[in-house]
């Protein structure tokens, strides 16, 4: 199927906005993203001083606690998964 000249302007018109429009939809993307990864940043410095203070707390008190590996390896663990996604989401804007 041919085209015409008015015609094949307005599919190139027609692209050039669709490429626009991806374009900002990747870099608001992008820009989510960054701010998904600084609330976690936060949130896990949150964690990390109110688990130290509920330790502290423990260890004054005399109270044992459990916060050995389980604890350090199920946060491990889900910064791990975190991390994982958001590369995966990263993956997908990028792609």
Known sequence: MSLNKDQENLYRRTMEEAKKQLDGIDAEMEKEIQIA???LAKLQESKKSFKQMYEAGANLLG???ETGKEDEE???SEE???TKEIKR???LVNS
């Open 63 to 65: 109270i044992e606690i």
């Open 80 to 82: 791990k998964v975190e």
């Open 37 to 39: 990864r600084e609330k």
């Open 74 to 76: 199920k946060t491990n």
């Open 89 to 91: 989401k990263e993956l």
